[in-house]
């Protein structure tokens, strides 16, 4: 049984074609999906989606790159963190990809977030590109190795995972590392600790190979276990088994059905 700690099934690429996605997991064992939201105004789709169907959970925040969205604070993001199918206060961090400038609104707004996951007692899903250092430093700042959570789509060095895994976090991997080239990242799925990994898929982007450059899906986060647990040298089912109790003792809020 594997999760799919971070998808978007919100997204149209992924909605419209929700039936078959469904399927698709159970039939790759991907037995639940954490969708991941990324702004206010359409976190309705999300709740529905998790209300809906048992094996998927919800998570609430404003992506750091969505400079247009409703700007979140503490109170609203715990407002809505109270909803039951809510995990995670996320995704939030810094990008500092697109916005080169490195605005000071994004660390505000990545404040708001650690502040609210402090309030609730649930984890962060944290997004950081082009940002390490940022990233860390205001998570140590803002105290959120008291809440925990997880670095989402890791792309970065060893380092930076060691230094993730000091605070209390997780690393979580996705097809990414089914790359060729992503040699540095390889190097990181074989020595993150088995119980501090999760897996998953980021879809409908980053569809690991065979599947790379098409549309991502959820059941696909079994390619990316497979390219785990071989380069760990253990089992399909060792690496599902461990990233699966790994998603439920994080995500305290998620119930298994």
């Not at 094996?55 to 039951?84: I, K, M, R, W, Y």
């Not at 994004?106 to 250092?133: D, E, M, Y």
Request: hydrophobic residues 45%; glycine residues 6%; aromatic residues 8%.
């Amino acid at each position: 049984m594997l999760v799919d700690s971070h998808c978007h099934l919100d997204f149209p690429e992924l909605a419209e074609n929700l039936p078959q996605i469904l399927s698709l997991m159970q039939e790759n064992g991907v037995a639940y999906a954490l969708c991941v939201g990324v702004n206010l105004e359409n976190l309705p789709r999300i709740l529905a989606l998790a209300e809906a169907h048992a094996q998927l959970f919800a998570s609430v925040g404003v992506h750091p790159d969505n400079e247009t969205a409703a700007e979140p604070d503490v109170d609203s993001l715990l407002q809505l963190a109270a909803h039951p199918k809510v995990v995670a206060i996320g995704e939030t961090g810094l990008d500092y990809y697109w916005h080169k400038d490195q605005p000071e609104w994004q660390r505000q707004r990545f404040r708001q977030h650690i502040a609210a996951a402090r309030s609730c007692g649930k984890p962060l899903i944290v997004h950081t590109r082009n940002s390490a250092a940022d990233t860390l430093r205001l998570l140590r700042e803002e105290g959120a190795d008291r809440v925990g959570g997880v670095m989402h789509c890791f792309t970065e060095d060893w380092e930076i995972a060691s230094a993730a895994l000091d605070l209390g976090f997780y690393i979580s991997l996705s097809g990414i590392v089914t790359f060729k080239n992503a040699l540095v990242l390889k190097d990181v799925a074989r020595r993150v600790p088995l119980d501090r990994l999760l897996v998953e898929t980021d879809s409908p982007y980053l569809a690991p190979v065979p599947y790379r450059g098409k549309i991502n899906q959820p059941g696909y986060v079994r390619h990316v276990a497979e390219e785990i647990a071989r380069l760990r040298d253990v089992s399909l089912d060792e690496l599902a088994t461990a990233t699966t109790d790994n998603f439920f003792r994080l995500f305290k809020a998620a119930k298994r059905v």
